[in-house]
């Protein structure tokens, strides 16, 4: 089965300080990915959405980018957090029409 | 666009007890497929069963089940016989997108 690794756990930043969130993926090949955003005790927002090397689609007018350089490695960006970037984030991986899996999510505190 | 709508943000039930969660979905694929995702408290998202929207026949894990209607797109989870590590956030899901909604907060009192 596939294993998702995202990291940090936690991650407390300073308003206007950059971001980088990384995601890597085992146990399979050409995976979808996917960036979600949980507010506390809410729904997932997707974010971000790829299906292959270069392929983004952005969901969501935000102030965060991602991109996918490598086949099983997903990375969230931002150039200057703002507050309202808070939340729990978490990067899943899965083929059409499958289950999808998902790391164990990182918990972001812009201060 | 793709969406997901789940009515109920909040149930309760005592342990044993039946309960069914909702979702009513929006989509303009035509081979689909959906899902209800659990979230215990560790925030580890987990699928609890999955529902191919071409089969008639509803899908069923052990204590779970669907209750899939596609012409009014709708897709309901059943729990039977309700268990304490069943309390948990429940998610419909949709779509290549893998849309969700915005969940529902079960718990199971003893």
């Known amino acids: 089965s596939q294993t998702i690794h995202q990291w940090p756990a936690t991650l407390v930043q300073p308003v206007g300080s950059p971001l980088s969130l990384e995601c890597t993926v085992e146990g399979t090949s050409n995976p979808n990915l996917y960036w979600y955003r949980q507010a506390a005790g809410r729904g997932l927002q997707l974010l971000f959405y790829?299906?292959?090397?270069?392929?983004i689609s952005s969901e969501v007018p935000q102030n965060l980018s991602a991109s996918r350089p490598q086949d099983r490695q997903f990375i969230l960006s931002s150039k200057k957090l703002l507050l309202s970037d808070s939340g729990f984030y978490l990067c899943a991986a899965g083929h059409l029409n499958t289950e999808a899996f998902f790391g164990q999510g990182t918990r972001l505190t812009v201060v | 666009a793709q969406t997901v709508t789940q009515s109920q943000p909040e149930m309760s039930v005592q342990e044993a007890e039946t309960v069914t969660l909702s979702c009513t979905y929006d989509?303009?694929?035509?081979?689909?497929?959906l899902f209800w995702y659990k979230q215990p408290p560790s925030r580890q998202m987990i699928l609890v069963i999955r529902?191919?929207?071409?089969?008639?026949q509803n899908a069923t894990e052990n204590r779970f089940s669907v209750n899939f209607q596609k012409a009014a797109k709708s897709f309901s989870l059943k729990i039977s016989d309700s268990q304490l590590g069943d309390t948990a956030m429940y998610f419909c899901?949709?779509?290549?997108?893998?849309?969700f909604g915005q969940g529902t907060r079960l718990t199971i009192n003893p």
């Open positions: 989509t303009s694929e035509n081979n689909y497929y």
């Open positions: 529902q191919e929207a071409y089969k008639q």
């Open positions: 790829s299906v292959g090397i270069g392929q």
């Open positions: 899901a949709s779509g290549q997108k893998l849309v």
